[in-house]
């Protein structure tokens, strides 16, 4: 019996070798062997791993008639010579059985367990091939377009894999037929069946398209210490080199950023600053704030607040589109920064106490500017709109009626 024929339709495209194949095919057929005989002692199952052939063969020592004690492992010398003549006492006789011999029914059993088996195989290795693969980039191809994910064929071994639309970055869109790279974030069991899971947000990400587009990353002679990213709008990197002759930053960008800007084009224009690693906690917030360029920073260790004083044209730059940079530079040194205007210089201006407004601004609006160190009106105002926001919990609408009392009152002075 030609097995590669007989099991094509499921055993075609199964990513399964073939000795691991044989060996289910012999643990198949010896069950079948064991119901119908009790027993699989003393039978021989062979699969020829070229051709596919089966073969199964019963053995069992030739007695004299009348001296059968174990019908299993023994046999009369008279049946013996009726499977060949040239059998003799003493010898071992090989009987080969036939696959029709066990019936229809047994056959038809075993084939199911077969393809069951076959494709638990098949799941169990997809699953373990991908597990070993987890963070690595895979390129595949869009194969079908869902509400909520998009499917992946696999470029090299053809598997679906699922890609989370809440894993692509802003601005991707991708159409049936497309090409798309992504890192292989997680494989789960859903329902006894193996998903993988592709991500475009993930930090291992931009993490591994760095080491593919800078060979000293790869090499080892650069290290990447962190990546933190919000995919699509802006990422930071601190990098270290374990040569000294070596920049890391520059080495990361490229000549006139050849190196950067592919990995920029993949992440659909996401700004990506590179900064040099230190231990030296101050200096790190410092670069974490780039592209801003900070006056000052006082730290508190105990409740990992930094103090950051700028003058008044970079603390936009620090805070960013959204908070987005001081957000990333939060992430990035362990630091919760705060951002001030530098007044140092300035020309001085008479202060209000904010009690003084407390006609017009709300007393439990008061009070949480309070809380967060400004109980005057010039505190208040130093601070950006974005940067009030972010450290009170008060309203968009009241920040803006807020800044717009205090700003009148100096406005008529």
Known sequence: M??????????????????????????????????????????????????????????????????VTD????????????????????????????????????????RQTLISRIMELEKDEVFKRYSDR????????????????????????????????????RGDFFRKGEMVRGVIKAVEMRNNNPVVIMSRTDTVFLEKLMEQEVPEIEDGLIVIKKIVRIPGDRAKVAV????????????????????????????????????NYTQNETLFIQRSLTPAKVTSIKLNGETMRASVFLAADQVSLAIGKGGSNIKLASKLCGYEIDVFRDTAGQEEYEDVDLDEFSDEIESWIIDALKNIGCD??????????????????????????????????????
């Open 71 to 110: 019908e299993q492992s023994q046999i009369s010398i008279s049946e013996a010579l009726s499977i060949d003549e040239d059998y003799e006492i003493g010898e071992e006789c090989y009987e080969q059985l036939e696959l029709e011999f066990f019936g229809r029914r047994s056959i038809q059993a075993a």
């Open 240 to 275: 270290e080199s374990y040569d000294d002759r070596i920049d890391p930053v520059g080495a990361c960008v490229g000549m006139k950023g050849s190196r950067i800007h592919g990995i920029v084009r993949e992440l659909k224009n996401e700004n990506i600053d590179i900064v």
């Open 2 to 67: 030609n097995l590669v024929e007989s099991f094509a339709e499921f055993k075609a495209g199964k990513n399964i070798d073939r000795p691991t194949m044989v060996r289910v095919l012999e643990d198949v057929f010896r069950t079948l062997i064991r119901k119908k005989y009790g027993s699989d002692d003393n039978f021989d199952v062979i699969v020829n791993t070229q051709s596919g052939d089966l073969e199964m063969w019963r053995v069992r020592e030739i007695v004299s008639d009348g001296e």
């Open 376 to 413: 005057s009106a010039k505190s208040v105002l130093d601070l950006s709109k974005e940067e009030l926001l972010r450290r009170t919990d008060l309203e968009e609408e009241t920040i803006n009626n807020v800044l717009k009392i205090l700003e009148s009152e100096f406005d008529e002075d």
């Open 134 to 169: 987890i963070g690595e980039i895979i390129v595949g191809e869009v194969g079908q377009v869902l509400k909520r994910e998009f499917l992946i064929v696999d470029d090299v071994t053809g598997n679906e894999l699922i890609m989370p639309k809440t894993e692509t970055i």
